[in-house]
Each structure stands twice: as structure tokens, then as C-alpha cells.
């Protein structure tokens, strides 16, 4: 017994010592890099982008560069980063540098900086007559793209009543009055010819027997231009307040169907867009639809940037004193010599009552 007791000090007093030996002062996370360690280069970023990745910037607007996913072995490791230019044709090219300068001290913060945002304020007279900037990475690829204007942005948001008569086909090309105004077309015209044969249904279970009968019958909501369709002909109370069978007891008979018989049809293709007069080389920075229903207010949210005296270029508007948006598919109307068509249908097109 007393041996063990004393074995177990001596044990206690040995894990003591080692633990002694092995602690100092100094202890802490293990160096990355040596203290003599120094590394002088460049780095490298993933994403850069112009004031929020918008369309259009204004000569007398502060410029906004975006980098994110920056590079720079570590932060104590980034000097400072530079913004070269040159130009190119029509653009004027932003090439940024991370400049990295080590010298073996450690730093806990990540390797990658998640952004980074700078503010260029360029003189006006490096923007020269430039239409375009454009922003590289050290490997020459094109990140972001922006086109350069001279003018000012006018936001306006309004609503435009669109009448129950854009619904009817007959009555197409139909726009609302003055601009900026909604336009609906017929584009085209499909006739089709669907078969059907005619199916005998009867009641398996009856709730009311009703004084006089009528044929009911179920054409299909939808058509198959590949199959014939049969469709199911009941007899129906012809009294609308009388039931004459419950209405999951329906038998349909698909022996004892009539001749094939034709139904034509025809599929209206029709196309809504929004169609404004703008100054002249007048350029839409942002556009969007707050939703659109017959017989209501559609509101329009738009940016507008209207260009200067100063001002050389022109678009990219198909038109350069129009403005056309496809409704249906989301999208600025491209092609120049269909929007002097469809600029003049517009003019031509009768007007919609007004609200």
C-alpha cells in the first residue's frame, strides 16, 4: 500500500516536470512564414464591376470599382492596389494591380477579401471621347462593361390604363393614348382543324328525375392536333336548378361513339409592348413593369438619361428617338428597321378609351 502511494507522487511530480519543460511563455499559433521571410509581386481578383453593375455612367458622376475576390496572399501582405488606364478604340480600359509586399509577419485575417470598393474621381479630360468603360483583370479578360454618357437621369414612375379592349383580337393594333403608351398587335393568325367523335355517357346514379332532358356536351379544354378526341355527351336536366346525376357517377361508354367529326380553331398570336418618345440619342438606364392586368393601372418605373449638348453618342435604342420595350418577353426591342415598323403601327394604331 505504501509503495504504491509513493510511486503515485513520484509519477505526479514526473508529469509535472515534463509539463514544465515543455511550457513557455511564448507559446501562440504556429508562424506561417519565417521572420526573415519577404515576398514582393502582384496579386490577382476574380470579380470587378462598375457602380453596382449598372448601364450607364455620367461623365460628372463619381466612379465606383467593385473587386471582390481579391487576392493578396494574405491582408498585413497588401501594399496598395493601382488603377492604370488606357484607351481603346472607343473605351476608355481601367486595369487594376494588387500590389503585394510581404516582409514575414503573420496575419490572422483570410487570404480572401470578400470586397473591395474604390472611388475613382478621373478628371474629365481622361475620359476624352470615350463611350465605353471597361474594366480587365491581369489575364486581359473584359470583367465588367458600362457605357459612358454625358447628361443627366431623370426617374419617373407612372401609371397607364390599359382597357378590357386590348383583350379583344378583333380590334388589334390598339394602343393607349398619347406617349408613353401601351401598344398590343396581332402578329399572326393559325387555323387549325382538331377531330372529335362523339362518346355516349350514362348515369349510374340518379338524385332527381327532372322533367325534360338535354344533351350536354364536354368538349375538352385542351386539343391534341395528333389524336381525335372523344367527347362525352350526358344528358343534363334542362332546368338549372334541378340535378339529375350525382356527378362522379358518370359511365362513359367508349364503344358507342358517333362518326369523326372536325372543329376549327384558330390561334391568335399577339405581342404588348410599352412605346415611348424620347429626346434624341436619349438612352434608358433602367425599365421595369410593376405588374399589368385588363381594365386596370399599369405601372411603369423608369430612368431615364437624357443627354446633353456635349454629347456625342447615340443608343443603343433601335430608335433614336424612340423607345421600345417587349412586354411579353422581357426585353428592349432590338432589331432598328422592325422598330420603324412597329413605330409606325403604333402611330396608325386606333387609341384605347382612356380611364
Known sequence: MRK????????????????????RDDDGAIPVSAEDDSFVGTGFFRIAEFDSNSLIHLVSDTLY????????YSNCALKRIEIDTSHEGDALVFFPKIIIESDGKDCP??????????????????????????????????LDTVLLRRGKFELDTFAIYVDSLFDTVSSLP???KDSP????????????????????????????????????????????????????????????????????RWVNDSSAVGPVQERA??????????????????????????????GKNVNFIRELMVPDESESACGPSALK??????????????????????????KSAKVAPAK
Open 4 to 23: 504504491s502511494f509513493i510511486i503515485g507522487i513520484f509519477a505526479a511530480v514526473a508529469a509535472m516536470l515534463c509539463v514544465s519543460a515543455c511550457t
Open 65 to 72: 470599382l467593385r473587386i471582390d475576390s481579391l487576392w493578396s
Open 109 to 142: 485575417s483570410p487570404f480572401l477579401h470578400p470586397d473591395t470598393i474604390i472611388k475613382l474621381l478621373p478628371p474629365a479630360e481622361e475620359f476624352g471621347d470615350a463611350t465605353v468603360l471597361r474594366v480587365r483583370n491581369d489575364e486581359g479578360n473584359v
Open 174 to 176: 390598339l394602343r393607349t
Open 181 to 248: 403608351s401601351v401598344l398590343k398587335v396581332l402578329d399572326s393568325l393559325n387555323p387549325r382543324v382538331f377531330y372529335w367523335r362523339a362518346m355516349q355517357s350514362s348515369c349510374e346514379l340518379r338524385i332527381d328525375m327532372c322533367d325534360s332532358v338535354v344533351n350536354d356536351t364536354l368538349f375538352p379544354m385542351a386539343w391534341s392536333l395528333t389524336d381525335t378526341a372523344l367527347v362525352p355527351i350526358r344528358k343534363a336536366c334542362a332546368s338549372d336548378d334541378s340535378t339529375y346525376c350525382v356527378a362522379n
Open 265 to 294: 380553331d384558330t390561334v391568335w398570336f399577339t405581342s404588348l409592348y410599352y412605346v415611348e418618345e424620347i429626346p434624341e440619342c436619349a438612352t434608358m438606364n433602367s425599365f421595369r413593369v410593376a405588374g399589368y392586368a385588363l
Open 321 to 346: 428617338d424612340v423607345f421600345i420595350y417587349d412586354m411579353g418577353r422581357n426585353r428592349v426591342f432590338p432589331d432598328s428597321l422592325d422598330a420603324d415598323s412597329l413605330y409606325g403601327t403604333w
